[in-house]
Nanobody, 125 residues
């Protein structure tokens, strides 16, 4: 059984940094893409970053709005995927979700069949 537990959300000021964590268990060959999505009230769920964990080094992709500021990584020994977020902006305020699937595509949240519970990030100006 695949399980994802996200943590690390907090309230920070613009320009600050946060690191989100997502502890995983039960991953199989059908869940070798791990990703972070975010959603704020009234907006659609947005793909933030994804990592294909079977390649070495891992292959990553980022949403346009976070590229250059956010970094996704996977620590195999800890079965944890991280999202390092730097130079945070008020527009980054959202509930952040980690997800697992087999399609390396941030544009289609429905291709990710397993989701964590979400962790709130609030960035004040």
């Amino acid at each position: 059984q695949v399980r994802l537990v996200a943590s690390g959300g907090d309230s920070v000021q613009a320009g600050g940094s946060l690191r989100l964590s997502c502890a995983t268990s039960g991953l199989t060959y059908t869940t070798n893409v791990l990703a972070w999505f975010r959603q704020s009230p009234g907006k659609e769920r947005e793909g933030v970053a994804a990592i294909y964990i079977v390649t070495n080094p891992s292959t990553t992709v980022y949403g346009d709005s976070v590229r250059g500021r956010f970094t996704i990584s996977h620590e195999h020994a800890e079965s944890t995927v991280y999202l390092q977020m730097n130079v945070l902006k008020p527009d980054d305020t959202a509930m952040y979700y980690c997800a697992a699937g087999r399609v390396f595509n941030l544009d289609s949240p429905t291709d990710f069949h397993y989701w964590g519970q979400g962790t709130q990030v609030t960035v004040s100006s």
